[in-house]
């Protein structure tokens, strides 16, 4: 009725229209005309007319409708009984047929019979007819014995309208035709109407195939649609330009499962080759006839064929080819594109309206994007659907964000994605702002690098491609992440709107008031942070000066109220705020709007007022020492960037020569009114001869005065600068890097200060220092780290000279650099409790290094227990211990290695001090050191008095300083380089220890970093292969011996420190996460270049893959030549991500190959004692898990080490080993046996479950697997009754419940359903388990007699589990009807060796009944003993134990 009722409102739309056109009136066929009186009634005097007459209608003509003067229901019984009642019927019916035939060849008159009839004028007929009746021919259908003649007549007369079908009175003849078969009370002969209407859909033009195919679900009933529906499902295959016709039809008829499965196959076949503008119809189709059953497999074949990239880049390219051809295609093809995007974004609200009310759509879809397994398989419609349903299901919100965090770990969804999904499909990406954006801040309070990455890249690409609406709700999201979020946050945020502030300058200017609310939480704000901050306000208050005038105003209250503050938090965040605002202030160039625009030099008010702010920073600073320093290091990077205006940048070097010079320098020989403590002496000159008034670093001098001054700090003028030894390093550092900009890198003006002296003291040998006093031990330890660190900004100035005699110098001061840290050791070891002084001048150092304290040799003490706490006071060991286990852990494999702690004995075997702990103590090395590496044979010149060279000294970089480089070339890749997505922040770490020594590297960018290491692997690769030439010639030299007589130890360890530092360079580097994206490709292959061309020189560009064949070939070739572990393990790491970067993956067999060699070498140290410890079974432990994960078998390795290899270790000596796997001895068997238990329980997860409707093939090769693996995890169990130690021990008891609880879950599903048909295997496979849990059983009884609290842990959950078998197995016999196997017998608890045991209750009855059940394969097994061990299931009858 609904139907009918919409079908009624449209005829009288249609009669409205007809009254409204014009009146025209045009006959398409000329006919012989009936008499026509004035008011426009037909006369017509055949059966037809007459017959209609006396039933109650009246035909007319023209514009007018056909009246009737009764109701229709009365008006078809009165004809329907004139019919049956005439004399001539049935002929009558064929006569009144061909009258309604000659009356419609007249256009006019067949409109009118096609539209609805009006009730008759009379007033006595008012009452008796309804307001709307159906038309002449509706009503003649309705009639049975009129009915297959008139619709025949009516699909006749069709085809003459086929073109041409809309007249001038605008209505479409065919159109009215089809609405005459729609809802019909009764179709006579539905097959031949079914028929018909397909053979005219065949021939007809496309807009009435429309038509007709969308009215079939009103013109057809019920039985008809399975014969319809087929039909239409061959003809979708044939004509895809009718694809939405067709479905429209398709989703209103009623289908049985399987035909509309076999429908949706072949619609989901032309989905790749649909039109755009047809895919949210095909879409909506699919989802709607979906089942919980197939979704997922539905849902994962539509996401492969929906290509949305394509639909929008066609259009475009139509629109480029059309503008080129002519001007108006261009413009037709520019509305395609408009159609394009309008028909996406509609498809996207279907994809919407199906998960939000469909659940089996949303898990289906959700499931479907979890599958997908590479990034290149994803696409721009899974992160829009995950979108979608995070906007619209706040209860799946969670689960997709975890789906979103876990694809972006896993590298599958990169940003890349984001931004072409934004790029692209703006539009539908606008309309999801909100799930966006709320996505967006719960990533950046993610742990995940990868992931708050990700989402700060939501947040500049919305900010980019939305309104100002969306613009402004993200600064205001940032600033809430900047003010109130943890540390990584607090950066990431800033981070943003650095990038923003350069990138959409013009656009952020308005919310300028949002971003100074940030000032107010300054006090949280590390020196980093408050360097972003100020950047982001100064950038925007001079680069768009008219506008922003009043964040000038307000940053300049804020500064110097910070700068007047006697608190050293405040007065460093104005000393960094103040040098900002220089920076943006005298820039030459500022990046605006994404483009970098040369600024005109500055007026000479604006310099005064740059110079003025910069004496109102000195004059705050200067006397606190530290803070004038931290004042010298931030405007030195300011000037290493090479921004200044040189006006700007002469006024500070200036005024920096002079009072380097005044504070700093003195002349040759000292004078004798200088104040110290000790005896000076210059030493550390590079000058062949000491000559009066060479110049001389004023150091001892200098630190003696600022003792002294300490005692007597109430003598102290105000208006007197402190110099303070604590401003040498950056006040120099500040002077050539001013030199260097003002001379384009030249230095000669200062390399006298490369070479000259250094006021100091004789240092004594560590066997005096015991006869100095506390002060004077403290004073030399004080003198050696100001040494060091001026030396280390020596080596940062001048490393970069080309000079031969300058580089000569530079590395003799790394020489120095090498010597003085081995006295300074030596020092700090025989001065307990000394703090020294600061070197690195930011607030979040000063606050976030503890104070290290150091005592004399200890001994080791046992893991586990408590070291006693001396009587001394704060300064403990407990102290140092804590701090030296922060820095272990906060500093993976990259900063320590064994050699090197081996080495960092004396003679005495005393251990020395770990300089690592006093990282914040000493001046960063600056990323340029590291060209000193090129330098592999250097010459340096001695000149005589007349400039000729005299003699020529061969000068070489030597072990100990390439192992000095490469540590802290280590720290800095470790630092900035994040090797993996999933790798996690440290948790609750301080910021200060974070960026200890690393805030000139943190103002660099990690793409910045990586390209400057890829530079340096030329060098490094030739480093790695003379340690490679250099531990081969000492083998061959040695005929293959390691620990030959004439080794020289030290030599050995040091060559084995670099050689592993020098892998971890390569594993970190190449490691690297950014690789993945697309930008940072070509320096992957740059990188990769450089390692392909060592094998094969001179190569042209090649594709990644052969880089990555050819790299992972030369890198393999240093197996031979490692010369400990843990080299050997750096080596496999390395090999491993290269070969991950493959998409081929090629090379598991290789990896295999060199980690099986590893173990089956045998590591000896150069001394001859055989390598051992925790940290040589941590890195075994690694190599055998890498060689176990990529082993053709798993199973059969780990069986033929426990059946080869182990046996070789049963009753031998404890320093005895394996022959076939020398690294397998009895200190290492915990490690093997851990790894093997490990990999067999994972592998055993692996196999899939069991189904009865798998082929017996598949059950079998199932069951073998099974069966395999029961008789490893047989032979590994019983090996704990030789190797009984307690790890072991724990391991078997943990891995063995898990073992059995996967064998309930995956194991017993197989062995129900192929029971019957392979009953031996099954019954081997129980058998072999039924040893194991007796063993596992004899394990928990051992673990109760020794009261093991971490064994006996274990216990109640494997006894449940070996309970919950027995009970399975008998659950597994009764199904398959062999119930009788089960059995009882008994069982005596018994220890590991077979010893009983015996408890309260079998002291008394001596005996315990047990449940057993055995598939039985004899009967005569029924009467053997009770201790027999062919019981197969025995169940212990104690209260709390079962098997």
């Known amino acids: 009725m609904t139907s009918r009722r919409k079908l009624s409102k449209s005829a009288a739309h249609e009669e409205n229209i007809l009254e409204e056109s014009p009146k025209t009136k045009k006959s398409r066929v000329s006919v012989k005309k009936n008499s026509i009186p004035r008011d426009g009634i037909v006369e017509n005097s055949s059966v037809f007319g007459q017959l209609l007459k006396a039933a109650g209608i009246t035909l007319k003509a023209g514009e007018r409708q056909n009246e009737i003067a009764t ?42 019979c096609l539209l609805p009839c009006v009730p008759a004028q009379s007033p006595e007929m008012s009452n008796a007819v309804h307001s709307y009746c159906e038309s002449l021919i509706k009503l003649l259908l309705g009639i049975e014995i009129l009915q297959p003649a008139i619709i025949r007549l009516l699909f006749e007369k069709l085809p ?116 755009v503008e047809d895919l949210p119809v095909v879409v909506r189709f699919i989802l709607h006839s979906i089942k919980a059953t197939d979704a997922v497999e539905v849902i994962s074949d539509l996401r492969k064929k929906l290509n949305l990239d394509s639909s929008i880049s066609l259009p475009r390219i139509q629109v480029s080819q059309s503008k080129l051809r002519s001007q108006p295609q261009g413009s037709l093809s520019a509305s395609q594109v408009n159609i394009s995007q309008d028909s996406v974004k509609l498809l996207f609200e279907v994809i919407r309206s199906a998960v939000k009310f469909q659940k089996t759509v949303l898990e289906a879809w959700i499931k479907a994007i979890e599958n997908v397994a590479s990034a290149s398989e994803h696409k721009v419609l899974d992160l829009i659907v995950l979108l979608i349903i995070c906007a619209i299901n706040v209860k799946n919100q969670k689960q997709i964000e975890r789906v979103l965090r876990n694809k972006i770990r896993s590298g599958c969804i990169q940003e890349q994605l984001l931004q072409i999904a934004i790029r692209h499909q703006s539009q539908v990406m606008r309309d999801l702002f909100p799930a966006i ?67 959409q300058t013009s656009s952020i200017v308005p919310y300028a008031v949002f971003l100074k609310s940030i000032l107010d939480y300054v006090d949280n704000l590390s020196p980093q942070q408050i360097r972003k901050l100020f950047y982001i306000l100064s950038t925007l208050a001079f680069s768009q000066e008219p506008r922003s005038s009043h964040i000038q105003d307000d940053m300049h209250m804020v500064i110097r109220k910070q700068l007047s503050s006697t608190i050293a938090k405040y007065k460093c965040t104005g000393i960094i705020g103040a040098v900002t605002m220089v920076s943006s202030m005298a820039a030459r160039r500022s990046k605006e709007n994404g483009h970098l625009l040369e600024k005109a030099p ?97 150091l001892l001098p200098l630190l003696s005065q600022s003792y002294l001054s300490m005692a007597e700090t109430a003598d102290l003028n105000e208006e007197k600068r402190l110099v303070s030894p604590v401003c040498l390093p950056p006040f120099f550092r500040l002077l050539r890097l001013c030199v260097s900009e003002m001379n384009k890198g030249n230095m000669e003006e200062i390399d006298a200060l ?41 080596v940062n100035a001048f490393c970069q000279q080309e000079d031969p005699e300058m580089k000569g110098r530079v590395l003799a001061r790394l020489q120095n650099i090498t010597e003085l840290q081995c006295l300074l050791e030596k020092y700090l070891a025989a001065s307990p409790g000394y703090v020294p002084p600061p070197a690195n001048f930011d607030s979040e150092t000063l606050e976030g290094v503890p104070v290290v304290s150091t005592v004399g040799p200890t001994k080791k003490n046992s893991k586990g227990r408590k070291r006693k706490k001396p009587d001394s006071s704060k300064n403990s060991c407990s102290d140092n211990s804590q701090w030296d286990e922060n820095t272990e852990a906060n500093q993976p494999e990259a900063e320590t290695s064994q050699p090197e702690k081996d080495f960092k004995e004396n003679e005495s075997g005393a251990p020395l001090v770990q300089l690592q702990n006093y990282t914040a103590y000493f001046r960063e090395l600056d990323f340029e050191v590291f ?180 790299s992972f070939q030369y890198l393999q070739n240093f197996q031979h030549s490692v010369p400990n572990i843990y080299c050997a393990l750096s080596l496999t790491q390395l090999l491993l991500v290269i070969e991950e970067k493959s998409v081929t993956n090629l090379k598991n067999d290789k990896i295999a190959t060199i980690t099986k060699q590893f173990l089956c070498q045998s590591w000896v140290e150069p001394s001859g004692v055989r390598q051992k410890g925790k940290q040589f079974n941590d890195a075994l432990h690694t190599l055998f898990c890498i060689y176990l994960e990529h082993t053709d078998s798993v199973l059969k390795a780990i069986e033929d080490i426990s059946s080869i290899g182990i046996p070789e270790l049963i009753n031998s000596s404890k320093d005895s080993y394996s022959s076939i796997y020398p690294t397998l001895t009895r200190q290492t068997f915990p490690v093997f046996f851990r790894v093997m238990m490990a990999q067999l329980e994972g592998l055993v997860r692996s196999i899939p479950a069991g189904r009865s409707s798998e082929s017996s093939e598949v059950q079998l090769e199932k069951l073998l697997r099974w069966n395999m693996a029961v008789r490893v995890f047989h032979i590994l169990v019983n090996l704990v009754k030789v190797f009984d130690s307690r790890p072991v021990l724990n391991v078997c008891l943990k891995y ?32 072999n388990l039924q040893l194991s849990t ?61 010893g009983v045991i015996l408890s309260q209750a079998s002291q008394e009855s001596q005996e315990e009944e047990e449940t057993s059940m055995l598939p039985r394969d004899d009967p005569a097994e029924e009467e053997e003993d009770s201790e027999s061990d062919s019981k197969t299931f025995i169940r212990d009858s104690d209260e709390d134990s079962s098997d």
């Not at 529906?229 to 008829?253: C, G, M, N, Q, Y």
């Not at 530290?626 to 960037?641: C, G, M, P, T």
């Not at 420190?1057 to 740059?1086: D, I, P």
């Not at 194991?1307 to 192929?1314: A, E, H, K, N, T």
Request: with cysteine; proline share 3%.
């Open 754 to 794: 490369l070479g000259c002296p250094l006021y100091l003291t004789d240092l004594p040998e560590d066997g005096k220092l015991a006869s100095l006093s506390n002060q004077e031990r403290e004073l030399l330890c004080s003198l050696l780290f100001y040494t060091l660190n001026w030396f280390r900004e020596v």
């Open 160 to 275: 003459e309208f086929f073109h041409g079908s809309v007249g001038s009175d605008g209505l479409s003849l065919p159109r009215l035709i089809i609405n005459q078969m729609k809802w019909l009370d009764k179709i006579v002969d539905s097959k031949e109407l079914v028929l018909t209407i397909m053979q005219v859909i065949c021939v007809s033009p496309l807009s009435i195939q429309h038509d007709l195919i969308t009215s079939l679900p009103e013109i057809l009933d019920d039985s008809q649609h399975g014969e319809v529906a087929r039909e239409l499902s061959s003809l979708l295959k044939e004509k895809t330009e009718l694809t939405v016709p067709i479905l429209d039809a398709l989703s209103s008829l009623n289908l049985d499962l399987e035909l509309l499965a076999e429908v949706r196959r072949s619609v989901m076949v032309t989905v790749a080759a649909i039109r």
């Open 1296 to 1327: 063995g419940r898990l073992f059995m609880e996967t064998f309930l879950k995956l194991g017993m599903p197989l062995l129900d359903c192929s029971f019957k048909k392979h009953r031996k295997d099954v019954q081997s496979l129980l058998k």
């Open 602 to 698: 500055l007026k000479k008010e604006q310099c005064k007022q740059i110079t003025s702010l910069l004496q109102l920073v000195c004059s705050c600073c200067k006397q606190f020492p530290q803070a004038l320093a931290l004042y010298y290091d931030e405007l030195a990077s300011v000037v290493q960037k090479g921004n200044l205006d040189l006006q700007i940048l002469d006024w500070i070097e200036n005024s920096v020569v002079k009072e380097f010079e005044a504070d700093f320098v003195a002349e040759f020989p000292p004078l004798g009114d200088s104040v110290s403590l000790l005896p000076v002496k210059a030493l550390y000159s590079l000058e062949d001869e000491e000559s009066e008034g060479m110049i001389v670093i004023n």
């Open 71 to 112: 109701d229709g229901a009365v008006f078809q019984k009165k004809l329907h009984q004139a019919l049956r009642k005439h004399p001539s019927y049935p002929q009558v019916v064929g006569e009144l047929v061909s009258g309604l035939e000659s009356h419609i060849e007249n256009r006019d008159q067949f409109r009118n």
């Open 1334 to 1394: 007796r063993q596992l059983h004899h394990m928990c009884g051992h673990s109760k007699i020794h009261q093991d609290t971490g064994l006996t842990n274990h216990v109640p959950l494997l006894k449940k589990t070996l309970e919950q078998f027995v009970y399975r197995v008998k659950a597994m016999l009764v199904l398959n009807h062999c119930q009788k196997a089960f059995e009882v017998g008994v069982l005596k608890n018994r220890d590991l060796q077979g």
């Open 437 to 503: 954006l709320s996505v967006a801040e719960i990533f950046l309070h993610a742990v995940d690098p990868c992931v708050v990455s990700f989402g700060s890249c939501m947040y500049k690409q919305a900010y980019a491609a939305f309104d100002s609406y969306c613009q402004q709700e993200i600064v205001g999201a940032l600033v809430t992440h900047a003010c109130g979020g943890n540390d990584m946050e607090v950066d990431v945020s800033l981070d943003v709107l650095v990038d923003l502030v350069s990138e």
């Open 931 to 1110: 060209t000193i590496l090129h330098n592999e044979l250097l010459t340096k010149s001695i000149l005589d008095t007349e400039m000729y060279t005299k003699t020529r000294e061969v000068v070489q970089i030597g072990p100990a300083e390439l192992l000095f480089l490469l540590e802290d070339l280590c720290q800095k890749l470790e630092r900035i380089l994040v090797t993996t997505p999933a790798k996690r922040a440290p948790f609750l770490k301080g910021k200060g220890s974070r960026n200890v020594g690393f805030s000139h590297l943190c103002q660099r960018s990690s793409q910045d970093v990586t390209a400057c290491a890829v530079h340096l692997l030329k060098p490094l690769c030739n480093h790695m292969e003379n340690m490679h030439n250099f531990f081969q010639a000492l083998l061959a030299e040695n005929h293959g011996v390691v620990d030959a007589p004439g080794v020289n130890i030290q030599e050995h360890q040091l060559m084995s420190s670099c050689y592993q530092r020098l892998l971890q360079v390569f594993h970190l580097l190449f490691a690297w996460s950014g690789f993945s994206q697309r930008e940072n490709h070509s320096l992957l292959k740059k990188g990769l270049q450089v390692l392909a061309h060592r094998i094969k020189p001179g190569e042209k560009e090649l594709p990644l893959e052969e880089l990555l064949r050819q």
